[in-house]
């Protein structure tokens, strides 16, 4: 378009008035750092999605509690990883008290979040179901087993194993499973102490011991 404006006006110069030359489009990029950050978080979901969909509850809120130290997150997304970590706790994870405080925490910090009022509704199922258990543990009308289940569930699962050992508690394969991924039982020959047969998400079948025993 500028070499024929040029022509024109070299043919007809006292009345040629050159054009503007017309200002490009401009797309603005993301910030280099900004991409990078937010494919740092994107890959991290995606990998504790896939834990979770292996079954690998605990592993994948292991996942979560190091993304939640990146201080690349922006607050939304700190937001986020915070809800997903305490639905996690809440859910497969047996870990009442520990989806509360994190519920909370957004309850307080994050209130403007777009998972805010999520969170809030998580938060009251959750504390209604945490004052009914721990009333369960008061009465004292329970058995050892259902106080296992119990401390469990609320994230006691350090006072459940001594409950366990002590108490020669063969607990079902679910709390199995959970102990062997947090890290309570282990398998290994030089390990000690009573033997629990347990199958993991991926069918693989393992004889665990208490960890602790074996040291």
Known sequence: MKRLSALFCGV???ACTTAPDTEPVTVSEPPAETSIEQTKYSL???TVNSLVEAGNEQIAIDRLTQLLGDP????EQFAKVLFKRAELRYGG???????????????IGHANSAVAADAASLLETAEAEYSTLTDMLASGEVS???????????GGHQEAADLMLAG???PENE?????YQIGYLCD?????GPVFSMTEPDGTARNVQFCELGK
């Open 168 to 170: 020669a508690l063969e």
């Open 175 to 179: 709390y199995l499973v959970d102990m």
């Open 93 to 107: 994870g047996s870990d009442l008290e520990g989806a509360i405080a994190d519920l909370k925490e957004i309850k």
């Open 144 to 154: 050892p087993m259902e106080r296992f289940e119990i401390l469990f569930r609320l």
């Open 12 to 14: 007809a110069i006292a």
């Open 188 to 192: 290994g020959d030089e390990l000690a």
């Open 72 to 75: 690349g997150l922006s607050e």
């Open 44 to 46: 991290a979901i995606g």
